[in-house]
């Protein structure tokens, strides 16, 4: 993508809209907005498809009910001109494989949004996934091919391509992607099975349940918890150009280690229950390679899987 021109510093930002605001990692992003900018005006669309109405409690600015894949932005937001935009909406749970459900309602959602948003080429900070590098071993770095294994991967590599596209039409245009590895953390809970691994092993536990797992238990995610998504995707809105980054830890741990973090933070000794794994799809290995957040964003992950997990169980332990 090529270079921008518009700067835009976030403490500018008093027009912003955040699209999914309802859902895990966007309500997380709502609330901290709000908390930096109480004067600024905060408009949230969600369909509640995978939002949660409780994660907006103390929300303060205007929420419109719609389907970005469906809305008629022109007509909902008449002269609006936003100071940015963040989209999180979209379908999240990856085991839906409906592939016209999964394809309309995530790529055609984003190309509505940037349709609306060309006219005043309104800085646009979109999420889009790990999922992107398909089934692969080792470190991920945004300049490997797209290798998507599933039509919710398939759908977030057609957003990268609709976004580079715009950004070829529009070079002054920023238009920033994050592929978020495995997100886990406060605002997940409504997810139910498509919650973290992190909060299902942690709620087998807390029931005093053996965790189950994959067989062998030795699959290793890039764990990366809400609050460091949360403050790389608000950099994201200063980047200096348009560009795709990780979103990640930059650490890769096993469900194995992950349970005994659990263990050791709940005082339990509970044993892994490994399960066949039916998903042909299922990534071995997630692993950010964060070097270009660190250079172009100046952004560094503060939360390794260890310590985000604690500071979680802590929230847990007073939700």
């Not at 900018?37 to 949660?52: C, K, L, Q, T």
């Not at 001109?81 to 995530?106: G, K, R």
């Not at 070097?291 to 500071?311: C, H, K, M, N």
């Amino acid at each position: 993508m090529r270079r921008g021109v518009r700067e835009l510093s976030l403490r500018d930002v008093r027009n912003i809209l955040v699209t999914g605001g309802a859902g895990f990692i966007g309500s997380n992003l709502v609330r901290e907005l709000q908390s930096r900018h109480p004067e600024a005006r905060i408009v949230v669309v969600d369909d509640f498809r995978s939002g949660e109405f409780r994660n907006l409690q103390g929300f303060r600015g205007d929420f419109v009910t719609g389907d970005v894949s469906r809305m008629e932005w022109s007509v909902q937001f008449r002269d609006t001109v936003f100071d940015a935009i963040i989209h999180e909406a979209s379908i999240t749970d990856t085991t839906v494989h409906d592939q016209f459900l999964q394809a309309h309602d995530n790529i055609e959602g984003f190309r509505r949004l940037l349709e609306f948003a060309a006219p005043h080429q309104t800085p646009v900070v979109y999420a889009s996934s790990a999922a992107t590098y398909g089934i692969c071993s080792g470190v991920q770095v945004e300049s490997q091919p797209a290798a998507p294994a599933n039509i919710y991967a398939f759908s977030k590599v057609q957003l990268d391509n609709l976004a580079r596209d715009y950004c070829r039409r529009f070079p002054a245009w920023r238009i920033v992607g994050l592929r978020y590895f495995n997100v886990y953390g406060p605002g997940e809970v409504h997810k139910k099975a498509a919650a973290s691994m992190v909060y299902q092993l942690w709620a087998q536990m807390k029931a005093g349940k053996r965790p189950r797992v994959f067989r062998g238990g030795e699959q290793r995610r890039d764990f990366v918890y809400v609050k460091d998504v949360v403050a790389m995707t608000l950099q994201a809105l200063n980047a200096p150009r348009s560009d795709i980054f990780n979103c990640g830890s930059g650490h890769a741990v096993s469900f194995n280690e992950v349970i005994a973090i659990l263990n050791r933070e709940l005082g339990t000794d509970l044993p892994p229950e490994y399960i066949d794994n039916p998903y042909s799809f299922y990534q071995p290995h997630t692993q950010a390679d964060m070097q270009r957040a660190r250079t172009e964003l100046g952004f560094t992950p503060q939360f390794p899987p260890d310590s985000g997990i604690t500071d979680y169980l802590r929230h847990l332990a007073h939700a």
